[in-house]
């Protein structure tokens, strides 16, 4: 048996490797955080909108309503998530994504009203 040391370029080779598996790691990482996110985010909208539409009167009668059908929304959508994991907490991280998610698409929307209004308006 060979016992000499090996040389410097197979070290630097697999410095090299693990560099790019970690890179890799990462990116599917940030990949599936992603869809994820995206996936809550369209439950949240399904189960929200599915409540709130399907009221005799089309939205709740107080704040406090529309606040305990938010917070049920947000934690139906986080469990739905999570079916194949026995859990009984919701990290914070997962909320505060779908906060973040909402405020984008809440912002969108408000931009397409706006947009949407200013070509009305030099329509008319």
């Known amino acids: 048996m060979d016992c000499e040391p090996y040389p410097d370029e197979m070290f630097e080779e ?3 490797r693990e560099a790019a598996n970690r890179e890799l790691a990462k990116e599917k990482e940030e990949w599936e955080r992603k869809e994820r996110s995206d996936t809550v985010l369209a439950r949240y909208n399904a ?3 599915e409540e709130c539409s399907g009221m005799p009167h089309g939205t709740p009668i107080t704040p406090e309503h529309m606040q305990a059908l938010t917070l049920e929304c947000m934690v139906d959508a986080l469990i739905c998530e999570n079916l194949n994991v026995e859990y009984n907490v919701i990290a914070i991280d997962d909320i505060k994504d779908l906060i973040a ?3 984008q698409q809440s912002n969108e929307y408000l931009k397409r009203v706006q947009e949407f ?3 009305a308006d030099g329509v008319a």
């Open 47 to 49: 189960f929200y909108n």
């Open 101 to 103: 998610r909402l405020y």
């Open 14 to 16: 697999a410095e090299r």
């Open 117 to 119: 209004k200013d070509s």
